[in-house]
Each structure stands twice: as C-alpha cells, then as structure tokens.
C-alpha cells in the first residue's frame, strides 16, 4: 500500500514492518518488529531477533522499500 508524503510516494508504516519481518525471517526464527520511525525519508525500524533475542536497527528507504543497512 502506498500513501502520499509530502509531495512524494512513500512507504506506510505498515508494509515497512512487513518488508522488515520477510527479510529477516530468513536469517531468524523468531522476529518482532518492536516500533518504526520515518525519519528524512527513512524508515528507522527497531527488531528483536532469535532466542535470546537481540534488538537490530534496520534503515529502509522510506520510497523505495530498500534496505538501506543494519546495525
């Protein structure tokens, strides 16, 4: 789903999370997408991952939906 932001196409809140969940399910069994910010056209998402978890940061491209690194 695509929402307007600003004169731009952008990336809802909600379809970052699941961008989020489908790339890291690969890597982990467990994921929980914990909160996301949109920052200067950036998602800030904050994860936890496996057992016991850790908490990730990933930066996604808030227009395009690319991962853009994590921490």
Do not use: F
Not at 32 to 55: F, R, Y
Request: proline share 3%; with cysteine.
């Amino acid at each position: 789903m695509l929402i307007i932001s600003l004169g731009c196409i952008g990336i809802n809140e909600d379809t970052i999370k699941q961008i989020v969940e489908k790339y890291l399910e690969q890597l982990h069994s467990y994921v929980l997408v914990e909160k996301a910010v949109l920052k200067h056209n950036t998602w800030i998402v904050t994860v936890s991952t496996g057992m016991p978890p850790l908490v990730r940061q990933l930066r996604i491209d808030a227009i395009t939906g690319r991962i853009l690194g994590a921490e």
